[in-house]
């Protein structure tokens, strides 16, 4: 107890310190080969310190006047002189119908973007007269909206998820102690691990961003939570035996110690898994969750036991165990009270309809995974609710080319420059045309071909000097304005175009196209080359530790089969209510990702949870009556268990973020399925109609308890064979 009220004391003060080491820009977890990362990594050798452009767009009642962009010019004084812009404040650029400016604002990339994008927008309102209405979006602004919707992710998402969980406990314990011994124990085991995860991004062993950060709390929280009221299920039983506290203690700890390393091993494995990702942040959340699970599974063996062996019976006032209440009928094939055994007694006289049932309607449910739209969404709708970068987008769409302040950059040699603009000069896709020059007053010169030669033009005022490119490393950066918005299809479309295009002007690999544009497209093709070679693999590993944990082969396959089903019924019952409820723009391609470890890992702990008992009780009493006493011994435990954990990841949908809301509603809806459908009929069913064959080829498919035939009052009905 005192080493976890140290790491506790220790760890908590991090909490308000996760700022300092996490990163929200989507372009540091490319992987280091795409093109986007490459450009990325290069756009200081041309454009000067490494920034984020926001875009300030500013209207009026109809057409501006020059008293009007004076103001705005005045405006983008004070905007130079923050101590967070680096570089040049462009000059108020007016459209062609006249009735909007444009500004664009270089934003240094290591300092606070959401801090200085505020700062911005609180100086427009400020400094504009009334009849002028500005906004700030591009990169930076979608940035800071981004920033802004993972400001709850410390205290509104901890608070929802443990007042959630001390809810369910109190309602299904009925003590007031009791609840509060299994939150400390989550809530330390987070302090554990988020104090180890922070020093590992301190040192940048590790990228953090709040997407992993909201999952970890989240995980912690219900892993914990799980692997606590297993113990105290079995420290339960020990105390209503009458046992001493000690003993009791003892008694739960053999029993509870191999359900709950073998399950956190398994989401541990599972999780370690994302570490073939080509995705910094999918390869980060592997080793990161992975911590927090390690602390889950520590703290739910030392920390909890210690507290419970000495509150001993006082932990459940006022409804002490008693031993009566504890036990289990000996015949659950005969009328019973109580739920769960109720439940197993339907299930041993209707096994093979229960199993059938369960099948054909979570096939049906599967179905709908054909209407599940995982191919990306626009950065303007990755933040849910209001958002001035997408207000702004929108009316910079009005008055300017969509795609300003957001776009493609095309690093190419120097004398391939005249064939690269002339590739994009052909584009539909691309308004206008320039280079980074750092002799220009904005850092850009507008180029055009001349008798296949590009003249260069400075974005200036009149008269300006024609400059020339800049040059690094014997490449020059040109600079292309998408028609389109830079999050649009439209946009993806042109940039995937113009790689081809490219490639076969200038030969492939020979130009790098980046951009935000390019960084989407990079981020979506990755994503779905994970998901497809990862989820197969996570099989294979939890597959292998079933079959070490049960000692069998079919019944590990099954449970594995059973799992998938229950996936894809939750992912088709998600797509219908995202398309259909929610409306949603569609998906990220990690969504089904996320979801799959997440529901197959923690689902594999129910199945985990239900079949080590089911074996430990098939041992002493056969394998069918083992089935229906593991069912009514776990039944509570794993419904309480699965109400909390979906609890806490429905949790996530109180931070307004696309993505985390639709893995809360995936994952909480799977783990309701996993609960009350797969773990409590579907698996003991299908499991109690095959029999004791569940267990091939091990010894307990041979012999079953009593001897190698099964009596007519286990139930089982294989044929009597001769042993040696």
């Known amino acids: 107890m005192l080493v976890w009220l140290a790491a506790g004391s220790i ?25 986007a990362t490459q450009v990325n990594a290069r756009l200081a050798d041309f454009l000067g ?28 004084d004070d905007i130079a002189e923050l101590d967070a812009i680096a570089g040049d404040v462009s000059p108020p650029i ?19 973007v959401g801090d200085t994008v505020a700062e911005i927008r609180s100086m427009a309102a400020e400094e504009l007269p009334d009849d002028l209405t500005a906004w700030v979006t ?42 509060v011994l299994v939150l400390a124990t989550s809530v330390f085991a987070l302090c554990a691990a988020l104090l180890t995860v922070w020093w590992l991004a301190y040192a940048g062993i590790v990228v953090l961003n709040g997407q992993v950060q909201g999952i970890l709390f989240i995980l912690v929280i219900g892993a914990a939570t799980d692997y606590a009221l297993l113990y105290v299920a079995r420290y339960r039983e020990a105390i209503a035996t009458g046992a001493r506290k000690w003993d009791a203690t003892l008694t739960a700890w053999r029993g509870a110690f191999e359900p709950i390393l073998a399950s956190g091993g398994t989401v541990i494995a599972g999780l370690l898994c994302l570490l073939l990702s080509d995705l910094a942040t999918n390869r980060a959340l592997g080793p990161i969750a992975s911590i927090g699970i390690a602390f889950s599974v520590l703290s739910a063996l030392t920390f909890l036991p210690a507290l419970l062996a000495l509150c001993g019976r006082a932990a459940f006032w006022p409804f002490i165990p008693k031993q009566a209440a504890a036990a289990i009928p000996d015949d659950l094939t005969q009328p019973a009270k109580g739920l769960w055994p109720r439940q197993a007694r339907f299930i041993a006289r209707h096994a093979r309809a229960v199993w059938i049932v369960c099948t054909v309607v979570l096939l049906a449910g599967a179905l709908g995974i054909t209407q599940l739209k995982a191919d990306g969404v626009p950065t303007s709708d990755l933040v849910l609710g209001a958002s001035e970068a997408r207000d702004g987008q929108d009316v910079l769409a009005e008055h300017f080319p969509a795609g300003s302040g957001s776009p493609v ?46 003249v260069f033009t400075a974005v200036g005022p009149p008269g300006t000097p024609a400059p020339e490119p800049t040059v690094a490393d014997d490449d020059v950066l040109v600079i292309g304005t998408l028609t389109d918005a830079a999050d649009s299809v439209a946009a993806e479309d042109t940039v995937r175009e113009l790689r081809v295009d490219l490639d076969d002007a200038l030969g492939a690999g020979t130009a790098l196209v980046g951009g935000e544009t390019a960084t989407d497209i990079d981020t979506n093709d990755t994503s779905t080359r994970d998901r497809t070679l990862i989820i197969p693999v996570i ?19 099954l449970l594995i089969a059973t799992v998938i089903l229950s996936f894809a019924t939750a992912l088709g019952v998600s797509a219908l209510v995202f398309n259909g409820v929610f409306q949603f723009p569609g998906a990220d391609p990690a969504v089904p990702l996320y979801g799959f470890v997440f529901l197959v890992a923690l689902g594999v702990d129910y199945n985990i949870f239900l079949m080590s008992r089911v074996r430990e009780e098939s041992l002493v009493h056969g394998t069918r009556p083992g089935i229906l006493r593991g069912l009514v011994a776990t039944g509570g435990v794993i419904t309480s268990a699965g109400l909390v954990l979906a609890a806490t990841f429905a949790a996530l949908g109180v931070i307004p973020i696309l993505f985390l809301a639709q893995i809360a509603f ?19 069913a299908l499991s109690y109609d095959i029999g004791r064959a569940i267990w091939w080829p091990s010894k307990l498919w041979r012999v079953d308890a009593g001897g190698p035939a099964s009596t007519p009052a286990t139930g089982d009905r294989t044929r009597r064979t001769l042993e040696p």
């Not at 920034?51 to 004076?70: H, K, Q, R, W």
């Not at 006249?98 to 500004?103: K, R, S």
């Open 409 to 454: 950059y095309v690093i190419v040699p120097e004398d391939e420059l005249a064939a690269a603009v002339e590739v994009l000069d052909d584009s539909d896709g691309i308004e206008s045309v320039s280079v980074a020059s750092a002799d220009s007053p904005t850092g850009q010169a507008a180029v055009e071909l001349e008798d296949g030669e590009p």
């Open 539 to 557: 099989l294979a590993v939890i597959l292998v530790i079933l079959m070490l944990l049960l000692r069998s082969i079919l019944a590990p396959v």
């Open 11 to 35: 760890g908590g003060p991090y909490f308000g310190k996760v700022d300092e080491v996490s990163s929200n820009d989507r372009s540091t977890f490319l992987p280091e080969s795409a093109d």
């Open 94 to 112: 007016p459209s062609e119908d006249g009735e909007a400016v444009q500004l664009f604002v270089p934003i240094d990339a290591s300092g606070e």
């Open 666 to 684: 995936i994952v909480a809806f799977g783990v309701l399925l996993d609960t009350f459908v797969v773990r409590s009929l579907l698996v003991p």
């Open 138 to 179: 591009g990169p930076a602004g979608f940035t800071a909206d981004l920033v802004e919707g993972f400001l709850g992710i410390d205290g509104l998402l901890l608070a929802v998820a443990l007042i959630a969980v001390f809810i369910i406990l109190v309602i299904v314990y009925r003590s007031p102690l009791l609840p």
């Open 49 to 76: 310190e490494e920034s984020i452009p926001a875009v300030v767009v500013v209207t009026g009642d109809g057409e501006l006047t020059e008293d009007d962009i004076a103001d705005v010019q005045a405006l983008a």
